[in-house]
């Protein structure tokens, strides 16, 4: 429980998402030094590292690329603090998914360097936050570290972004979907935010946590049918800015709660291992407000928004079921035992949440079944 009354908010210096922004990289670069780094994304490096030189080439500038290895194990991301810190970059810029981002922001911190972050996709807000999550040489959860900056510049491309496969959209969405209900969790338990040093949240914390939701609602299910028929938007856009800007910021200026906690029981099951970050979360937001005893009416939204998408909000859409007895009591030891944990307002234990998470699968079946059988 916090005893200070002193707020705090951090984010990134600059967002810029605009259509074709990656093919102006040099402009934005130059304003933070003239050695860059970039460190692309494996599925991305064969095209975009000569594009690149011969952008930086044209305006009688140089950048150096190395491909990512595809791991933020601890062995990779000393890899690329090596290789930036020979070459005495003055900017790291990291090109690819939440993977990559995060080798970036590591190996930019430890070269003392600008950092900026250009994701393909909307997938997660791993872009704007002050953290590296790193995993094993098995691809197991390690541990997260944690900058005291965040990334200079977010420069989002949303050319590229809307040519990304169309689940990781929605599993943007999905991990935003959290956003809102963990921040609302975070300000009725009085719990610090995770800038640090025991801070209370800003009300532009909250405010952007709202908006996130809000957007959410009204452009989703728009936005995922523009990126189906390959069109980029002004819905999309605003989703695109959801799942990267608002979803980062509130995650930065307030933070997580239920929905991430269980989020890292379910991803150390194996059955779950083929399910993204944000299908996840989604199904751990539904949790979370079961958890809360929220209004039927809320979780009803949530449950229609989350369908109309095609997010999980049941055990069966994230590779589980009911039955799985054993699986599902080690989700909530782990889920009780979590960091963000701490944040609910209500009482929580590992019984409890099991009991929450059958709840939420029976209430989503029985959502589904509903629509089902009325057609809607």
């Known amino acids: 429980m916090l005893t200070s009354t002193t707020r705090a908010f951090g984010s990134p210096s600059r967002y810029i998402q605009g259509y074709g922004e990656l093919e102006r990289l040099q402009d934005y670069t130059a304003d933070y030094g003239k050695k860059v780094l970039a ?51 003055d900017v790291v810029v990291g090109i690819g998914g939440g993977k990559t981002i995060d080798a970036a922001k ?24 002050a953290l590296s999550v790193t995993y094993t040489e098995e691809g197991v959860h390690a541990e997260t570290i944690y900058f005291k900056r965040n990334p200079d510049l977010i420069l989002v491309d949303s050319k590229i972004v809307s040519k990304a496969p169309v689940r990781l959209l929605v599993s943007g969405m999905g991990d935003a979907l959290s956003t809102y209900f963990e921040a609302r969790a975070h300000q009725e338990s009085n719990t610090a935010n995770r800038i640090g040093k025991g801070y209370r949240t800003t009300l532009a914390g909250m405010a952007v946590s709202e908006l996130c939701y809000q957007v959410l609602l009204e452009d989703g299910l728009k936005a995922k049918q523009a990126a189906e028929a390959g069109a980029c938007t002004e819905a999309l ?62 979780i009803e939204e949530v449950l229609a928004f989350s369908t109309s998408v095609g997010l999980p909000v049941t055990l069966a859409e994230i590779g589980l079921e009911a039955s799985m007895e054993t699986d599902l009591r080690r989700v909530a030891e782990r889920a009780a035992k979590a960091r963000h944990i701490v944040a609910e307002p209500v009482t929580v234990n590992s019984e409890i949440i099991y009991n ?21």
């Not at 491909?67 to 933020?72: A, I, L, Q």
């Not at 360097?113 to 791993?126: F, H, L, N, Q, W």
């Not at 029976?362 to 959502?367: E, H, Q, V």
């Open 39 to 89: 460190i692309i994304d494996p599925f991305f490096y064969d095209t975009l590292s000569p594009a690149l030189k011969d952008q930086f080439e044209t305006a009688g500038a140089v950048i150096e690329s190395v491909k990512f290895g595809g791991e933020t194990t601890i062995t990779e991301l000393e890899r690329l603090a090596a290789i930036a810190s020979g070459y005495s970059s």
């Open 106 to 129: 590591y190996t930019g911190i430890k070269a003392s360097a600008a950092i900026v972050i250009a994701p393909t996709s909307a997938a997660t807000d791993a872009p704007t936050s």
């Open 237 to 298: 856009e605003n989703i695109i800015e959801a799942n990267t800007l608002l979803s980062g910021l509130g995650v930065e200026c307030v933070g997580c709660a239920g929905a991430h906690s269980l989020n890292s029981g379910f991803s150390a099951v194996e059955a779950c291992r083929n399910y993204t970050h944000g299908e996840i979360v989604a199904f751990g937001t539904l949790c979370q407000l079961v958890l809360e005893n929220r209004p039927k009416a809320e």
């Open 356 to 376: 929450a998470i059958l709840a939420a699968d029976a209430m989503g079946r029985g959502w589904k079944a509903e629509r089902l059988s009325t057609g809607v």
